[in-house]
């Protein structure tokens, strides 16, 4: 059974449209992330949910809006897609209060055309 | 706001070799530190981490990192390197629900 599971793998979408990348874990964390790496590979890190609670908000654009449903799930919605945000999302889960290493899922590889 | 740094963007040995991926750290407090590694499109895989205890951790796949605290650094190791160990590798810092990852060092084992 995958721990943290994103869908889809693979997005190949035209710039201007609207898509959305799910995630979801099973491990029981409370926490999820969202992580952009970019072509260069450096992982940066967008979002970040706790019990549904938004907690780390870094500069991103308006156009990215996460949700999180319940705190099993986390979901990255982007609206009006550019160039620039052809990337490899990973989603990442862990619990909030043991020093323990994040479960990153296997990555959703975004491409706008 | 805590951060590692990778010196390194490239390391190359040869099979059989000893290995060292260099990472530093910089964090207020005492720091929570661990190594992933990236295989080609794959997701990160943890590796190994430090947050007490023995300055010498061992981990995944016979990897050990050194934590030393005088030179802030968390430098990965392996005593012979396998072809299979080619991949990136990724330091991070964690300071509670938040971890941030270096720019990564790409390893390449020449047989």
């Known amino acids: 059974d995958t721990a943290v599971s994103q869908t889809p793998k693979y997005l190949v979408t035209q710039m201007g449209n609207d898509k959305s990348i799910k995630c979801e874990q099973n491990l029981g964390h409370d926490t999820m992330y969202w992580y952009k790496q970019d072509s260069k590979k450096f992982l940066k890190i967008m979002f970040s949910y706790n019990n549904k609670e938004l907690i780390i908000n870094e500069t991103v654009p308006n156009r990215f809006s996460p949700k999180s449903p319940d705190k099993a799930h986390l979901n990255l919605h982007i609206n009006s897609l550019e160039l620039g945000d052809s990337a490899v999302y990973f989603c990442?889960?862990?619990?909030?209060?043991?020093?323990?290493?994040?479960?990153f899922g296997s990555g959703t590889r975004l491409t706008v055309v | 706001a805590q951060s590692v740094a990778q010196p390194e963007d490239q390391v190359n040995v040869a099979e059989g070799n000893p290995l060292t991926v260099k990472c530093t750290y910089s964090?207020?407090?005492?720091?929570?530190l661990f190594w992933y590694v990236q295989y080609p499109n794959r997701g990160l895989q943890f590796l190994l981490k430090y947050i007490t205890g023995d300055n010498l951790v061992k981990g995944s796949y016979g990897f050990e990192a050194e934590f030393n605290k005088s030179q802030t650094s968390f430098h990965l190791k392996k005593p012979s390197a396998l072809v299979s160990d080619s991949a990136l590798y990724f330091c991070a810092v964690r300071v509670f629900n938040d971890m941030r990852f270096g720019a990564g060092t790409r390893l390449t084992v020449k047989p």
């Open positions: 990442a889960s862990t619990s909030q209060y043991a020093r323990d290493s994040y479960t």
């Open positions: 964090v207020s407090g005492n720091p929570y």
